[in-house]
């Protein structure tokens, strides 16, 4: 898919169309891999207010008014991306293991300074993502100023399908010089248990404006992930900050599906790394 992209595949969808009529492979026969393995940089963003909200309230601390003001993001460790599959983590990962519920997005042309009512062009396609999180070792580094490093850089899983905007046509909402919206149920299953739902159009910023920010003064490169953020009700930290669950994190053999409707169903389990 990299070289696809890097090859100019934004353009030459009907090419990968045409691959996929013919029907020669089968899901039987073969093992899904991340939607965009090692992408060139990742992002992920902060776009939906209420899981903003809740995290601050649940921390004690008003809401912060510069939120509004432009859509954030931070770099995480493009190199640490996997798909469907055992998520290997350490001990110390394991102090309060963390899911986040996502939608990311591929670039899939090489953009710089792009108006957020032209951004939804260079977007190749979305996909699944669930920003993995060490919570204990994220609040340890947090209070240095410097945003989530090693609780985060261990592992960002991305998957199972790469969906074009094309295919996702008729959920899209429009709106005013501000990109696209998508009226998509995004859910969390833990052992079989819903634990989280929300939808993708609840974005406070939408996928054009969060690539207005990231390219301003800035390449983006095809094949480049944007994560939205974690939907409401995307993860521990904020259902047991609001008591809807009590206390509850990952463990060890713990299987997660992080669903959104037409991208179809990351799941992931959770295995001890052996060394």
């Not at 992920?44 to 939120?67: C, L, S, T």
């Not at 394991?94 to 062009?121: P, Q």
């Not at 240095?144 to 790469?162: I, Q, V």
């Not at 010089?177 to 149920?185: A, F, H, N, S």
Request: glycine share 10%.
């Amino acid at each position: 898919m990299r070289t696809f992209l890097d090859e100019g595949g934004l353009d030459r969808l009907s090419e990968l169309q045409d691959y996929h009529k013919k029907g020669e492979l089968s899901l039987d026969d073969v093992e899904l891999l991340a939607s965009m393995p090692n992408p060139p940089s990742m992002r992920d963003g902060y776009a939906f207010k209420q899981h903003v909200e809740a995290a601050r309230r649940n921390r004690g601390v008003p809401m912060i008014p510069e939120y509004y003001d432009f859509p954030i993001f931070y770099m995480t460790n493009h190199m640490a991306v996997t798909g469907p599959g055992d998520c290997k983590v350490r001990e110390r990962h394991l102090e309060k293991l963390d899911f986040e519920l996502e939608a990311a997005i591929v670039i899939g042309k090489e953009c710089r300074n792009v108006s957020a009512k032209d951004a939804d062009n260079y977007i190749f396609g979305y996909t699944i993502m669930n920003d993995w999180s060490a919570r204990a070792m994220q609040m340890e580094e947090m209070k240095l100023n410097l945003g989530p490093a090693k609780g985060k850089d261990f592992n960002t899983s991305l998957g199972p399908w790469l969906v074009t905007r094309e295919g996702l046509a008729d959920k899209r909402i429009a709106s005013e010089g501000k990109g696209e919206r998508y009226d998509l149920t995004m859910t969390a299953v833990l052992n079989g248990k819903e634990i989280s739902r929300g939808n993708m159009k609840d974005m406070t910023f939408t996928f054009a404006e969060i690539v207005e920010r990231a390219s301003y003064g800035c390449t983006l490169y095809p094949g480049d992930v944007i994560g939205s953020g974690t939907v409401g009700t995307g993860c521990f930290l904020e259902l047991n900050g609001s008591k809807i669950t009590d206390n509850q994190w990952l463990q060890v053999g713990d299987e997660i599906t992080c669903s959104i409707e037409e991208l179809g169903d990351l799941t992931n389990r959770i295995v001890k790394e052996e060394i």
